[in-house]
């Protein structure tokens, strides 16, 4: 019955973060009648996957998951199960965690990932949320989209309200990052979502050239620079080779 019984105390940890705004570790423990030890694994656990942050006073708050709508339903399960071999035979040959992610407004929804066996690695990202123009397949991802559509995204109202606004200022430098992108083929990213990774992200197409998601091989910093001249650029490109070729097979269209 534990295992039950620590879902449900997870999903009641997110009604109160939704419907309350604010939650003391104190009162998360006395709302589900535990130890403040197991309210602070469970809150641990929605900080890690996004549904909740912790302010400057150490309260509980919505993180953005929780406002994030649905990536999809069946194109999404389909992508997530055509590109499983494929992201599991990278990971393989270059030992380190390869994911697989979808667009959501500014946001990247991480599908699925394929963990690599170093002690040291980049771990479970599955369900995760995190800024698109900060993560290198968010990155990809945009930077194949006109420039007025990036604009109209990350100057809107919601883009401020989920911490994801780019001034007017900051603009012109981050459109000379996407054009560097389309140039390159690839994305990366040198700890912008999360401190000690680096990521290397190319954006998925399905048979009409339509973007349809994103995968990216993610590593502790001190190997990133290794990887890359030992070709991963390469090694990644292949596997999104092999990939369309996939998709293109088994047609995945947003519903």
């Known amino acids: 019955m534990y295992p039950i019984e620590a879902v449900d105390n997870a999903l009641l940890l997110l009604q109160l973060l939704r419907d309350g705004g604010k939650l003391r570790l104190k009162d998360a423990a006395a709302e589900l009648g535990v130890a403040p030890s197991t309210a602070h694994r469970l809150l641990a656990m929605l900080v890690y996957r996004g549904f909740a942050v912790q302010d400057e006073h150490k309260n509980y708050v919505p993180g953005v998951a929780i406002g994030v709508g649905p990536a999809g339903l069946g194109w999404t399960r389909q992508l997530r199960q055509l590109a499983q071999p494929h992201m599991e035979l990278l990971s393989s040959q270059l030992n380190e965690t390869v994911n697989l992610m979808v667009r959501v407004g500014t946001k990247v929804r991480f599908l699925s990932t394929a963990e690599g066996s170093n002690a040291l ?96 091989v993610a590593t502790p910093i001190a190997r990133f620079r290794p990887l890359f001249d030992a070709g991963l650029v390469q090694c990644l490109s292949e596997a999104r080779r092999q990939l369309e070729l996939d998709i293109a097979a088994n047609p995945v269209n947003r519903d």
Do not use: W, Y
């Open 121 to 216: 690695r980049v771990g479970d990202r599955q369900g995760s949320v995190m800024p698109a123009h900060k993560a290198s397949g968010g990155k990809a991802i945009l930077a194949e989209l006109d420039a007025d559509m990036v604009h109209k995204l990350f100057s809107s109202s919601s883009a401020e309200i989920g911490g994801d606004h780019i001034t007017e200022v900051d603009f012109p430098a981050f459109m000379r990052e996407l054009e560097a992108i389309r140039r390159n083929g690839f994305a990366a990213n040198f700890e912008g979502t999360e401190e000690g990774i680096s990521a290397l992200g190319m954006a998925l197409h399905n048979n009409a050239g339509d973007v349809v998601g994103a995968i990216s």
